[in-house]
């Protein structure tokens, strides 16, 4: 018996060594998985990936094919600071919070344990490389927040656009110069992130190393080789470049934006040759942006710091090139709310698309799940790590975004948006996805679809937070 009880024991003991050899597996902070977060200034989803072959990005295409995509990802609200506010904070925009470009984080939601926070409490060395949070040093937690600037955003580099800001004219909305990839912000900003997966390789604790690449803002500057790559001939202005007879005037906007720049009219449509040109500069913009992509993942590769890091691919918002007749973002169109999300996680799965719907408030939950670590209480979206294990199924069946007035539901098959003032409906639009993706024909005010507005308004209504 004795000699039983001592086996027993002895195997207990090998159990409980087991148990806090894997404890201190788990705290060691030099096997926590590392997060590589790219987010990119007003990427629209025309990317190959999305099965659109205007634009050439073979960078973001070999991301994908590590990770999952997300063909029905949606941002909360289409503009910069308010999306990006949301996302860091894990917060819904409400009719009060999160409304404009110029969105605080600091200033609207002051006691939110931010993304950034949570990951550096939990360990982990958070770096931010150019624009992250919207207003510069809105979340005090980084270890480092840099920009490639002291001033002069719109980073002009010909002569021309920079003796026009120079003597108070507004540049161009765009500029084609033969410069290096580095001479322009978001080059600079691949440079000083590759040298931060160095030396965070060399410090070995884990990392969240957040990259903002700014094009393709406006104004679309980028190095004459990325406009090279497309043939001005073959660019086409979308189908539904003018505005849907059937679409509320509550869904138009007078993209000020784009106005803002020299030879854009104040009024009225650009010209064609304008729009193609603008078109053409977004275009090379994405592609300069997506060979920057390329060098950090190279980087990331050649470091041997892929098989241990998250790497996630985001757009904060859509852009609208001349469908609708509008420009930029700004409105509740699909083309606005709709943004490009790959997710490539070691172990998961690779090369596959999914359905399932996602929101940007979706992703701090989502980075907890993927880090391991605690999901906090406040955040009101959910963790896409379900979907990312089975892309094949459905685990979300809409999304809510808003924009001003405008409150819009997403689900698989329908997109409805209500504009509301004091909680009166003012006006409303409602999309079949299947039968009209690029929102055409508003079906809102039509005898036959009365019970789907009237269930889309009922599900809308449960979702907008009027705090
Ligand atoms: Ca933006």
Known sequence: MNYYKLLFSGFMMFLIGCKSTKEKVMLNPSIKKNVLFIMVDDLRPQL??????????????????????????????????????????????????FLRYNASIKKETPETLTLVE????????????????????????????????????RNYLSEENISLEKNGVHGYAYENI???????????????????????KENGKPFFLAVGFVKPHLPFNAPKKYWDLYNREDIKLPENNTFPESAPNWAKHNWGELRYYKDIPKKGQVSHEMAKTLIHGYYASVSYVDAQIGKLLKSLEDLK???NTVVILVGDHGWSLMEHSL?????????????????????NKINKKTNSIAELVDLYPTICDLTNIS????????????ALNNP??????????????????????????EWQKKSKTLARMLYDHHLDPNENNNLAEKAAYKKTVDSLSILL??????K
């Open 48 to 97: 190959s990936i999305y099965g659109q072959q205007q634009i050439v990005n073979p960078n973001i295409e070999m991301l994908a094919k590590s990770g999952v995509v997300f063909n029905k990802a949606y941002c909360n609200v289409p503009v910069c600071g308010a999306s990006r506010a949301s996302l860091l904070t894990g917060l819904r925009p409400t009719k009060n919070q």
């Open 118 to 153: 949570h990951l550096k409490n939990n360990g982990y060395t958070t770096i931010s490389n150019n624009k992250i949070t919207h207003l510069k040093y809105d979340i005090e937690e980084w270890d480092e927040e840099w920009y490639p600037y002291k001033k002069g955003w």
């Open 178 to 200: 033969d410069v290096a990839d580095d001479a322009y912000n978001d080059g600079k900003t691949a440079k000083k992130s590759i040298e931060d997966l160095k030396k965070l």
């Open 305 to 307: 710091l892929k098989n």
């Open 327 to 347: 420009w930029a973002k700004h409105s509740n169109f699909n083309v606005a709310l709709n943004v490009p999300l790959i997710i490539s996680a070691p172990n």
């Open 375 to 386: 999901k906090p209480s406040h955040l009101e979206g959910n963790s896409l790590v379900n």
């Open 392 to 417: 094949s199924k459905s685990f979300k069946n809409n999304a809510f975004a808003r924009y001003q007035k405008g409150e819009t539901l997403i689900t698989e098959k329908y997109a409805y948006t």
């Open 461 to 466: 209504n449960q979702k907008i937070n009027n």
